[in-house]
C-alpha cells in the first residue's frame, strides 16, 4: 500500500515510519503524498488511537525536501507547497486523535517543519533541528512560519529562521520547541509509555481539545468560551464522558473506548 514509508497499528497505536533512509528521510512528492494519506486513514480507522511519527535510521527523522529529486521544475514553488505540502501539514493538525513525534535524528528545513504539526514531540540526545531554509535563499515554509513564532516568540522564532542554525536536542527543550528530551537507549521506550497513555484516554475529548487549541491564536475570548461551550456540549455526549464520570464515582480507573 505504501512505498515510501511503514504504516504499523498495533493496540491503538499507529506507527508511521518514514522509510527513506538513504536520503535521510527527504520528502519527495510521493512520500509528501503518502504521508497525507496516511494521516487521513488513520483518521478514519476507529482503532486507532494515537499516531506516533518518526522516520527510520539512527541519524534523521527528516532532512527536508529532496532536492535531488523532490524538485519538479514544471511547477512553481508556491503550487508545490499548495499540493503537496500544506495538505501535508493540515492532515496532521486536522487530525482529531494526538499525534506523537518520535524524534530520533536531525530534523531539518520541511522536516523541522513536519515535526513541529505534532502535538507531542519526544526528542533523543541526538537529535536536532533546523529551519535551514535560509541556506539555500528560501523562506521557512510547511507551517513553520505558524508554529515557530507560537512557541517561541516572534524576536526568537525570526533568528532561528534568518540564520538556519541548529539547535542540539538540548536547547530545543529549553526553548519550548520539543516536550521532552531522553536518552537514545530509552526514546523508544519513553514513545511507546507516552503512546499507551493516549492510546487508553479520552480520544474523543483530546480531539476536541486538539480542535479547539488549533483555534485560540486567532480567536478572542468571547470567541473562545462559545467554542469551548460548543465542543464540551460534543463530549459530553460521548460514551467516555459517561464512563470517566462512573469511575470517579465509584474511585476506580476509566476504561475508554475513544467513542
Keep these: 500500500m505504501f512505498k515510501h514509508l511503514i504504516y504499523e497499528i498495533k493496540d491503538g497505536i499507529c506507527t508511521i515510519s518514514l522509510n527513506r533512509p538513504e536520503v535521510y528521510n527527504a520528502l519527495n512528492p510521493p512520500l509528501i503524498q503518502e504521508i497525507t494519506k496516511a494521516f487521513l486513514q488513520a483518521g478514519n480507522n476507529s482503532f ?126 529549553e526553548l519550548g520547541l520539543v516536550s521532552k528530551v531522553v536518552p537514545a537507549t530509552e526514546l523508544d521506550f519513553v514513545v511507546n509509555q507516552t503512546a499507551k497513555m493516549y492510546a487508553k484516554s479520552a480520544t474523543k475529548a483530546i480531539g476536541l481539545i486538539k480542535k479547539v487549541l488549533n483555534q485560540s491564536h486567532h480567536s478572542t475570548l468571547e470567541q473562545m468560551l462559545e467554542l469551548e461551550a460548543i465542543n464540551q456540549d460534543i463530549a459530553g455526549k460521548t460514551n467516555d464522558f459517561m464512563e470517566g464520570v462512573s469511575a470517579f464515582l465509584g474511585k476506580k480507573l476509566p476504561d475508554f473506548k475513544g467513542i
Design 48 to 173: 486507532v488511537r494515537v499516531v506516533v511519527l518518526t522516520g527510520m535510521g539512527d541519524k534523521a527523522f527528516c532532512s527536508g525536501a529532496d532536492l535531488k529529486n523532490g524538485m519538479n521544475n514544471s511547477m512553481s514553488l508556491g503550487d508545490s507547497l499548495r499540493s503537496g505540502y500544506n495538505p501535508m501539514v493540515l492532515s496532521i493538525r486536522n487530525l482529531e486523535k494526538p499525534v506523537i513525534c518520535r524524534l530520533n535524528g536531525i530534523a531539518a528545513g520541511a522536516g523541522c517543519s513536519l515535526a513541529l504539526a505534532c502535538d507531542v514531540i519526544i526528542a533523543s540526545e541526538t537529535a536536532r533541528m533546523s529551519q535551514i531554509f535560509v541556506s539555500i535563499g528560501l523562506i521557512i515554509d510547511a507551517g513553520s512560519s505558524y508554529f515557530l513564532p507560537r512557541l517561541l516568540g516572534s524576536q526568537k522564532a525570526f533568528e532561528l529562521a534568518s540564520t538556519g542554525r541548529i539547535v542540539e536536542a538540548k536547547e530545543c527543550l
